[in-house]
């Protein structure tokens, strides 16, 4: 009896040992900077919501992701989902590589596109379709002295660019000649870009087919934008060549900063407790009122070749739950693009988040074509150019729309082709 009992536990042992292998499934997500580091924290709460999935998080530094995805692709080596900027995502739709996800979406309650800022959710359709889910927001807005505000003789911050320019001719006014009212540093786009998206023109026309810089809308931002430094109200510079914007904004060498929601971090760190007091952040001031801002930020795609997209998209939802998106933002700092994640006391009550979250209610998608970065790039180049005196804004504005058509021939071909979307 108890040779036999042996014997059949032996048996089982052995049986046990040639056991199927687990059926669980990995689901594979590239996803880049300060996210990449720590949404390993929120994953193991959704691995125990959903035992038959593994998450395994890849990292990817945002300045080599890029290329990274695009080596990935060419080798049919794409992992199941990814953080993609907002910016890539016509790119990547142009290369077939996304799964869409209005199907997806529609069934998905919990995933409420009425409770995402429009301009956001924007970002992530093309031609008519919706390849992303916004996972965190961005957004350019001004970071400002109050205090030489209220010195220069005004209550509060500019909503026009009437107002603003006042206030800058009022501020320098204080801080005298080797001081500035506003600061647009040379070796970004973004400035010059938001003051571009106030314009009822788009900045590309005929379907992302040329360029529109000569465009009387572009050309008022592109005057707006010189003539700050044309009056010496902001210095004709590259960031780099400013020792520490921190301590310069401190000292009053600038008051106006066009920045993203991660420097509300920067200031609190780098700025003396004893210093919060004199500044804040206010939304952006338009030609006429309250202006619009980029809608930045990175969502959650699919790609096409996972065959692990059931899983990818319960990770979607799972990482979209406002309550999930404000752990992140504990985390990271990262705006939640849902309106019902605001209400969490850590983003409602916050006086440096108020004006972002208003901003977001006026976010615009840039245009959505896969050359945009390139096209941006250029016009960087040629503001620089023009903001040193070598260029009138005519000049700049012909010189921007010559090389974004350059840069959009191959787009045109294949549009007439029937090639690409």
């Known amino acids: 009896m108890k040779i036999a009992a042996l014997l059949w536990l032996t048996a089982s042992l ?4 040639c056991a199927p292998p687990s059926t669980r499934t990995t689901l594979e997500i590239w996803a880049m900077g300060r996210e990449g580091e720590v949404i390993g924290a929120v994953i193991p709460a959704f691995e125990k919501e959903n035992p038959g999935i593994k998450v395994r998080v890849q990292q990817l530094p945002f300045s080599a992701a890029h290329e990274k995805l695009l080596t990935a692709f060419a080798g049919d080596a794409l ?8 910016s890539w995502v016509p790119e990547f739709v142009a290369l077939h590589a996304l799964a869409p996800l209005d199907k997806r979406v529609a ?7 009425a409770d995402y800022f429009p301009g956001v959710w924007d970002s992530n359709i093309v031609t008519g379709k919706l390849y992303g889910v916004p996972w965190y927001v961005d957004t350019r807005l001004l970071f400002y002295r109050r205090d030489l505000v209220k010195q220069a003789g005004f209550n509060g911050p500019p909503t026009s660019w009437s107002e603003w320019h ?24 973004e400035p010059l870009v938001v003051l571009g998206l106030n314009q009822p023109e788009e900045m590309l026309r005929d379907g992302g087919r040329y ?17 700050i430094m044309r009056e010496k109200l902001a210095p004709v510079a590259a960031n780099t060549e400013i020792a520490n914007v921190w301590d310069e904004f401190d000292r009053g060498f600038f008051s106006f900063y066009i920045t993203g929601p991660w420097q509300i971090g920067e200031f609190q760190r780098r700025l003396p407790a004893t210093r919060q007091s004199i500044w804040m952040t206010a939304p952006m001031p338009g030609p006429n009122g309250p202006g619009s801002s980029n809608a930045g930020g990175s ?23 406002p309550a999930v998106q404000v752990k992140f933002h504990g985390l990271t700092g990262d705006l939640p693009p849902r309106r019902s994640a605001w209400a969490a006391p850590s983003l409602r009550d916050d006086p440096y988040s108020r004006a972002f979250a208003e901003q977001l209610q006026r976010a615009k998608p840039t245009p959505k074509v896969p050359e945009w970065e390139r096209i941006a790039t250029e016009v960087r180049l040629i503001a620089e150019s023009a903001a040193h005196g070598r260029l009138t804004v005519d ?17 045109r071909w294949m549009l007439d082709q029937g090639t690409v979307r």
């Not at 069934?107 to 596109?113: E, L, N, V």
């Open 14 to 17: 052995a049986l046990g040992s």
């Open 79 to 86: 992992p199941d989902m990814a953080q993609l900027g907002n």
């Open 107 to 113: 069934a998905t309650p919990a995933i409420d596109r």
């Open 166 to 189: 006042a206030q800058m001719v009022a501020i320098k006014g204080i801080v005298g000649a080797k001081s500035y009212a506003t600061f647009l540093p040379l070796n970004e786009y």
């Open 211 to 227: 360029g529109n810089f000569r465009g009387a809308g572009f050309k008022r931002a592109l005057g707006f934008y010189l003539e």
């Open 299 to 321: 969502s959650l795609v699919l790609f096409k070749t996972s065959d692990k997209q059931e899983a990818g998209w319960k990770l979607i939802e799972y990482l979209s739950r």
């Open 395 to 411: 000049q700049a504005a012909t010189e921007m729309d010559a090389r974004a058509d350059a840069i959009l021939a191959k787009r």
